[in-house]
């Protein structure tokens, strides 16, 4: 019982701080809140899920959401993949590289999302002056504003942080790898691309998993970023559902079909992370 | 052939001994491809960085040229100046509010982040003693509720906690943010400590008993100091949680803290670039610095919260 007695203080706090809220979310999804908040209002059972689904802006924002969360996982987890393998080698300066990796993570998300956007800017941006001067592009474009790249924006200010948590995790887990498995594989005759299948990325795999299922939670929950640099727009370009709740929210005080549409959010990434988890375990158990 | 055989390896690790760095010799391309990606690597993570500082060094004027001076002619303190002082004259922003906010909320947002180091590895060190060394039936069903709290959208418990904190008047103050905070910092701590004890080793434990100490007396006197490591580690990134908070801070404050006011920056009319720029340096000075101090401990732990 001493162990309860020590975790209890923890337990409790937790029970009121996110139990309490949560199940107060799931009733007010159930009720029609008035916008000031004080009661619950008429209960309406599933009427604000059966709105939600059936509009158009709910299915806009998640398939925006799908898209962001696909650029941001893939691109997350291999260049967090690459950086990891590159600093994992011996070269001069490998130290202050690898306090480099460290950089962007330890940058706040907002920061980020701040710093990205005015990076992009179309006016007094680096990025455009970086890619006037390789030669990229002939005149400045202000990306943010244009609908078919403010997506893939934000997507690239999120990546610039994630890649890093990733490659930290990933190098971390590549330092415990015994060198002489590979000495003893290109022995045998094994080139680099069978060393990096047969043996770095099995060896990886648990911190593998645990990075892409990371990945995709973050990838559903995050709004910081967008928040920054776009808010959403431009139009719905970049809406994604944390977005959509936070004006439903606070922007039009929608209170029950917000709470109704941020219980979804949370089923999704939810469901998200196990059904990753369960089918990248299920790929390790295939592979042996 | 078998001699031949094992003679081969032989004379491959000779060749490895006079390689300068001691590893496998490396061919002139492999050097080549390894040198020209970390640069690409360096180029990834430095310029945006590089794109921010040297805003904060330049004038609006300077700023305004096509293309943007990559590398700057001159440089001045201006914006930082204006930014903490809030005294903007003629080269800022609308509103002086928002400059001469910055060093308030700077030590708001120190005061929120260190209360919480404190009180979570107060709160999450106990709990994290007793689930691994004296766990309980429905311990292990704790651990997996904290795991999988992860999941939960700060934007779907936000509602509650906005009117619970209006009805207890704390609104508008840190106390909103240091006890709403806790839902992603204690779960983060616990796994983090659980750990580092779980690597422990129970024999001083089990020798403090037979001396006659009380299992609360072993905790204090002889656990925490040899976890220290781990302490300050769990320690720097509850900080850096604390530091980097944007959501709540936005709904439960009038931008106490750092991050919604940068944010709020943006949405200033006539405001510009430079003194934003100078103000973001400083907010990711702290959360830099600290993390390149404590590398080594926050990697570990860092790699021990995510798995677990």
């Known amino acids: 019982m001493f162990g309860l007695k020590l975790t209890a203080p923890a337990g409790i706090l937790l029970a009121a701080l996110l139990l309490v809220p949560t199940v107060l979310t799931v009733l007010y999804s159930v009720h029609d809140v008035p916008a000031n908040g004080r009661s619950l209002g008429p209960f309406v059972g599933l009427e604000n899920y059966t709105i939600v689904l059936s509009s158009n802006v709910f299915w806009r924002s998640a398939w925006v959401t799908s898209l962001f969360s696909i650029g941001f996982v893939i691109f997350s987890t291999l260049i967090g993949l690459a950086m990891a393998i590159l600093l994992n080698q011996r070269f001069v300066g490998r130290g202050l590289a690898r306090a480099m990796l460290i950089i962007p993570w330890a940058t706040p998300w907002l920061v980020i999302g701040i710093l990205w956007k005015w990076y992009a800017d179309g006016s007094v941006g680096g990025l455009n002056a970086i890619l006037l001067k390789l030669g990229i592009i002939s005149d400045y474009h202000d990306f943010l504003s244009d609908p078919n790249s403010a997506l893939a924006l934000t997507v690239v200010a999120a990546v610039w942080r994630q890649a890093s948590f990733a490659g930290i995790l990933l190098l971390a887990g590549l330092q415990t790898l015994p060198d002489d498995l590979n000495e003893a594989a290109s022995l045998d005759g094994a080139n680099l691309w069978q060393r990096f299948t047969n043996i770095t990325i099995p060896w990886l795999r648990p911190a593998l998993i645990t990075v892409t299922v990371l990945n995709i939670i973050y990838a559903f929950l995050q709004f910081d970023v967008i928040f920054a640099m776009t808010q959403g727009g431009p139009g719905d370009a970049t809406q994604v559902l944390s977005i959509l709740i936070y004006r439903q929210l606070f922007g039009v005080t929608q209170i029950g079909l917000g709470s109704a549409l941020a219980v979804i959010l949370g089923v999704i990434a939810l469901v998200g992370g196990l059904l990753t988890v369960k089918i990248l375990y299920r790929a390790e158990r295939t592979h042996g | ?287 830099v610095v600290l993390v390149i101090i404590f590398q080594r401990h926050v990697v570990g732990a860092l790699t021990a919260g995510a798995v677990k």
């Open chain 2, 1 to 287: 052939m078998a001699n031949i055989a094992l003679d081969k390896p032989r004379s491959r690790k000779r060749a490895t001994s006079f390689a300068a760095s001691g590893g496998r010799p490396r061919s002139l391309t492999a050097s080549i491809v390894i040198y020209a990606s970390v640069a690409l690597f360096a180029l990834w993570v430095l310029l945006p960085v590089w794109y921010l500082v040297v805003s904060s060094l330049i004038t609006p004027a300077q700023l305004g040229i096509k293309p943007f001076p990559i590398v700057p002619s001159s440089i001045t303190f201006d914006n930082y100046w204006s930014v903490l002082t809030g005294d903007t004259g003629s080269k800022g922003f609308g509103s002086t509010d928002v400059g001469s906010r910055l060093l308030p909320a700077i030590g708001q947002s120190f005061f929120v982040s260190s209360v919480l180091v404190i009180l979570n590895l107060l709160i999450a060190g106990h709990a994290a003693y007793g689930l691994s060394r004296y766990p309980f039936s429905g311990s292990r069903l704790f651990e997996l509720s904290i795991i999988i709290s992860r999941v939960i959208p700060a934007i779907a418990i936000i509602g509650p906690f906005f009117v619970a904190f209006r009805v207890m008047g704390i609104l508008n103050t840190p106390w909103a943010l240091i006890i709403s905070y806790n839902v992603f910092t204690l779960p983060l701590a616990i796994m983090i400590l659980k750990n580092y004890f779980d690597q422990l080793p129970r024999e001083i434990e089990e020798a403090a008993k037979i001396d006659g100490a009380s299992r609360m007396q072993t905790l204090w006197i002889i656990i925490v100091p040899i976890a220290k490591p781990g302490l300050v580690a769990a320690g720097v990134l509850i900080f850096l949680e604390g530091w980097s908070e944007f959501f709540y801070s936005l709904v439960l404050t009038n931008q106490l803290t750092v991050p919604p006011l940068l944010a709020g920056f943006q949405s200033v009319q006539q405001f510009n670039w430079n003194s934003l720029a100078a103000a973001t340096v400083m907010s990711m000075i702290p959360p």
